[in-house]
């Protein structure tokens, strides 16, 4: 992945972790290329030798966020293909997402954050196709193909359901202070509303989770992919 500038420049990866810990602390707004360049340690000229502009860096930073997010399922499904079945699927996107302090800044309402995801329509088409919802809503026809969810409801039907069950449940775990008392291990509560909600009587056979973990892995490395492409594209050219 040779778009990551900062695997080849310390300068660059400084100026990441620094813009990083600039916005999550005061937001987009009041965020600039001086202040930044002065956490990180370099002169505000430097950040123009790698991002053209503020909002490139910011874009580039949510895109990195968000593919550490993709790296972690796809590792997780290509160690075992069962972690494409709904009951383990679901709280490993929901978990995995709540590690996302910029994603989880846009859902808690940073208007600026969100303009800024927003301003490219190709952009924020991939931005949508990354959240947990959209992951599922995408995988569950694959799932349908290869009898990981029940049949007997429409897939539409099915799709919205667990968008529901997946925004409550990731607000409720993402401020637990708030949440009813009484449950220790929420992703296992998760796990089971999920497995009652979706999937079949019959547990599917081996090959069939193999072929839904293998169709699943080709449309999550093509959001990969788009995602490096944001990457590069936000970054200064000639680096």
Known sequence: MSQLIERHSRKAARIL????????????RKVTVSEIAQAAGVGKGTVYLYWPAKE??????????????????????????????????APLLVRTGLQLPLARRVQSGDAD???????????????????PSALCETGLPIYHRHGLIRRDRPLPDLTYALHA??????????????????VDDPEQVLADTVAQLLEPPVS?????????????????RQIQEALLGLIERSQTLNQ
Request: a negative charge.
């Open 17 to 28: 972790d620094s813009a990083r810990e600039l916005v999550l602390d005061h937001g987009v």
């Open 56 to 89: 490139d860096l910011i874009l580039g930073l949510i895109a990195r966020e968000l593919l550490t997010f993709l790296d972690e399922i796809i590792a997780r499904i290509t160690a075992d293909s069962a972690t494409v079945l709904p009951r383990s699927l």
């Open 113 to 131: 954050l969100l303009r800024l995801l927003t301003q490219q329509t190709g952009d924020r088409e991939l931005f949508a196709r990354t959240t």
């Open 165 to 182: 069950v997946l925004t409550g449940f990731s607000t409720a775990m993402s401020a637990p202070a708030t949440a009813p008392l009484g």
């Open 204 to 220: 599917p056979a081996e090959p069939a989770v193999a072929a839904a973990a293998e169709e699943t892995l080709v449309v999550l």
